[in-house]
């Protein structure tokens, strides 16, 4: 339940949500278009069904558009689809892509400040920062060992 809360709070942050909803409401739309224009589309559930299909790229077959206007808006439907398959995960990679650097930044600033004021630091302070030194060239030679 957490995870999802976090995907929604990053969705409304980066304002993709406005995406994600414009499309369950287009979705909501052709299926209502699609079951009027369609002639072999005869209940709301069938062209539910037949949306679905067009959205996930599926196309059993088992319905199809034979209207000029229940093709375009099949077309534009799954185009819409494509985006936001496409658009989502792309979000949410960056953002959390953006959130590592951020943080990685303020520690790196963070360990600057205090070789800048090594006079300044406690013994117990200059213990600690000798092992995060440690770890840090432990880390830089195993990730250079990894390249060759």
């Known amino acids: 339940m957490k995870r999802i809360r976090l995907f929604w709070k990053v969705l409304r942050m980066t304002h993709a949500d406005a995406f994600l909803y414009g499309f369950f409401a287009y979705f909501g739309i052709t299926a209502i278009l699609i079951r009027i224009v ?24 088992d319905y199809t558009a034979v209207t000029t206007l229940g093709r375009i808006l099949t077309i534009v439907l799954s185009v819409y689809a494509i985006f936001i398959i496409a658009l989502i995960p792309g979000v949410l990679v960056s953002y959390f892509i953006e959130a590592t650097r951020l943080r990685s930044q303020q520690s790196v600033v963070a360990f600057l400040d205090q070789l800048e004021h090594l006079d300044r630091l406690s013994t117990q302070e200059l213990k600690e ?6 770890r840090f060239r432990c880390h830089e030679e195993s990730r250079f060992n990894q390249t060759e």
């Open 129 to 134: 920062l000798s092992c995060k030194i440690k």
């Open 38 to 61: 369609e002639p072999n589309i005869r209940t709301i559930g069938e062209s539910i069904w037949y949306c679905y299909v067009s959205c996930a790229t599926i196309g059993f077959g």
